[in-house]
């Protein structure tokens, strides 16, 4: 890891802090953010480029009420129909893509609702991510757990009842390496019975090596599909190639993992364009891989420490909801995750209507769930990726989720070892 890395400008040298400084305001002085580094695995591009073509061609405005309507008509929403229902024209028949999404989601889940919590293992990065609170100039507690402290983590989750953990790091491989991941994956497996993976892209065969470890589904932000504006956002570090990001979840198959979420981090770029590009990122995926669980997610941006160098772009709750809808009118059967980015009012909403699955005893700082499940203050803990909205306890979750009669699941998958 460079010197310079997990310090802000307070603390930089003057070769670091000219470094940065460089980054910020001299696009000459980065790299080329189309191009892959070495060691990095090159697949078809077929996805990628039908994907791109179309949301470049998509111009909401261009669709009318009587487009919308036609949508909402057809038994089977078309990639064509899914525009309208993203476009603004969309915005007054609210009601009434909530109520077939409503419909839709009965028919495919039932009453069920998913519910699962993150656990952040480690919080060192070396991207220069201009809006998010891990990035490697930002001056933050930085942490990584042992593997003592990750099973400590880990029992006070499973004591809760938790059976589904989600796995997190900020992307480092030389602070979070894919063997310090895989012993987490082997660690997650005594105590749950799903493990995901939300951590930085890597090459086929190391999600293989991941998957034999325990992981079963891998969950990738794209962060913006507008390639453009990706490269102001991404300054430096693996995260800023942007093709090898994109073709994460299709490395994460090949490498024979069960499941693969897709999601845009909402206000960064046109939130209508990222939204097409994440369902249709899925769509094709799902077509090219049949047998892969597919997720979707539309996070929006958070408050993070030390944040004055962007302005998301307004996405409001409505337009969360109309995207919501939208994606369960074109993919059905997709689960849809819903993060504690947003409201519990709006979470307790949008399970009645789209959602699936959704996160409860959130942290987004590694090594403080004692603190957050049992009250004992916790000795060292890292800063947290960016501030949550619903600080629920799975308890109160799934209190909750019931009280709309719903159906709280913590599991549904049974390991064919148990039963032999």
């Known amino acids: 890891m460079e010197n ?37 695995e090159i697949i078809s591009h077929d996805v990628m480029r039908n994907v791109m073509s179309r ?55 039932g009453n069920t609702v998913y519910i699962f919590t993150p656990l952040y293992i480690a919080n060192y990065c070396e991207n220069y991510c201009v809006y998010c609170g891990f990035n490697c100039y930002n001056h933050i507690q930085r942490m ?53 993976l939300e951590i930085y892209p890597v090459n086929s065969d190391e999600y ?21 504006k990706y490269e102001t956002l991404h300054l430096m570090g693996h ?11 299709e490395r994460a198959l090949m490498g024979g993992m069960r499941g693969v979420g897709f999601s845009a981090l909402l206000g960064l770029s046109d939130f209508r364009k990222d939204a097409l590009a ?58 849809i995750v819903v993060s504690s980015r947003e409201s519990a009012t709006f979470r307790n909403g949008i399970v009645r209507i789209a959602a699936t699955k959704v996160s409860a005893g959130v942290s987004t700082g590694v090594g403080d769930h004692e603190e957050k499940y049992t009250g004992n203050q916790s000795e060292t803990a890292g800063d947290e990726q960016f501030e949550i909205s619903d600080s629920r306890s799975l308890k109160a979750m799934y209190q909750d989720i019931s009280s709309e009669g719903l159906q709280p699941v913590l599991n549904d998958y049974v390991d064919v070892q148990d039963i032999q």
């Open 208 to 228: 293989r090596y991941l998957h034999e470890c325990g992981a079963d589904y891998v969950t990738v932000f794209q962060e913006t599909y507008d390639n453009v």
């Open 4 to 40: 310079d890395f997990y310090v802000d400008s307070e603390y930089l040298s003057k070769a670091a802090l000219e470094k940065k400084h460089r980054l910020e305001n001299d696009p000459s002085s980065r790299t080329n953010h189309m191009e892959y580094m070495p060691g990095m």
């Open 278 to 335: 994440t369902a249709l990122h899925a769509y094709f995926l799902q077509r090219k891989y049949p047998q892969a669980e597919i997720s979707l997610s539309c996070p929006r941006l958070r408050p993070i420490i030390n944040n004055d160098k962007i302005n998301p772009l307004d996405v409001g709750e409505k337009q969360l909801c109309q995207i919501l809808c939208a994606y369960r009118l074109f993919m059905p059967y997709a689960g």
């Open 239 to 249: 995260k800023r190639v942007w093709p090898y990001r994109f073709e994460a979840q």
């Open 55 to 109: 949301v470049e061609a998509y111009d909401p405005d261009a669709y009318t009420a009587r487009d919308v309507q036609a949508a909402l008509h057809h038994d089977r929403v078309t990639i064509e129909d899914l525009q309208a229902l993203l476009s603004p024209a969309a915005a007054p028949f609210l009601e009434k893509m909530a109520e077939r999404a409503r419909i839709e989601t009965g028919k495919h889940f």
């Open 144 to 196: 990584k757990l042992t593997g003592d402290q990750i099973d400590h983590e880990m029992k006070i989750i499973a004591d809760s009842g938790m059976e589904e953990i989600l796995i997190l790091t900020g992307e480092s491989r030389a602070a979070s390496s894919v063997e310090y991941i895989g012993d987490a994956c082997r660690r997650a497996k005594k105590y749950f019975r799903n493990v995901g």
